[in-house]
């Protein structure tokens, strides 16, 4: 379920890893990334964010635009980026903001430096890189990474698989029944078109609460 990729978009000679095209293309998706804020990618949920100065992990944070905006707002905020372009750039674009970046990915995300749970983890635009048994993995670690009563938001991009990269059709439904199995509590759910306005894209929210 969920492994159906768009058509004509991946094919055999498709990159093996989640974060293939990243580095190549990183001064490019730098710029991309920060022409949005925080409010307007996370306006919809900003309301079941924990009071500060909570322990927020983003995971796959990119350029750290949404690390940097939780910072700013008091969170203490660890930004996990596999990429190291990207760190790089994020670090030059937010180095006044308070945010402990690190070297690390999902599915196992281990965080050796950084031990003790999050009150939320965001993963923004990341969780149709993984594949199912990655998604999986990816679950059950981040479950073990919240408090109880920890949040865990998710935005999933639909449609074509952008060139270089590697993406899954993984939907909202199956999303939900996977965290379900977790113990995860879906507490918000909303779809939304794209902020960049490309016609062919869209996004789904998804909002978690661990038991
Ligand atoms: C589309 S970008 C989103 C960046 C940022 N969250 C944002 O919304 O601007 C996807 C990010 O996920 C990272 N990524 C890819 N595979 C990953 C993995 N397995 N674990 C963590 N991050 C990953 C990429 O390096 C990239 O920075």
């Known amino acids: 379920m969920g492994e ?5 978009d991946v094919t055999a000679t498709a ?7 990243y580095a190549v293309a990183a001064d490019a998706l730098a710029v991309q990334y920060e022409q949005v804020t925080f409010d307007e990618v996370h306006r919809d949920v900003q309301e079941l964010l ?8 983003d995971v796959g944070a990119g350029t750290g635009r949404d690390a940097a905006a939780l ?14 372009e990207l760190r790089a ?11 402990d970046w690190v070297d690390d990915a999902l599915p196992d995300l281990p965080l050796h430096r950084r031990p003790g749970r999050f009150d939320a983890v965001f993963a923004t635009a990341v969780w149709m890189y993984l594949d199912a048994e990655e998604r999986r993995k990816a679950t059950a670690r981040i479950v073990a990474l919240l408090v109880p009563g920890g949040r865990f938001f998710v935005n ?8 270089g990269r590697r993406m899954f059709d993984v939907s909202a439904a199956e999303t939900v029944r996977l965290a379900r199995t977790h113990g995860l ?17 869209r996004w789904s929210r ?3 609460e661990s038991a």
């Open 185 to 201: 509590r879906a507490v918000h759910r909303g779809e939304r078109a794209d902020l960049h306005g490309r016609a062919d894209v």
């Open 4 to 8: 159906q990729v768009t058509p004509g």
């Open 206 to 208: 998804l909002v978690f």
């Open 71 to 84: 910072a700013a707002r008091g969170y203490r905020v660890v930004a996990a980026e596999p990429t190291a």
């Open 50 to 57: 924990p009071a500060a100065p909570a322990r927020i992990l």
């Open 89 to 99: 750039h994020g670090q030059r674009i937010h180095g006044d903001r308070a945010v």
């Open 156 to 163: 999933l991009r639909h449609g074509p698989v952008p060139e």
């Open 15 to 21: 990159p093996a890893r989640s974060t293939t095209g």
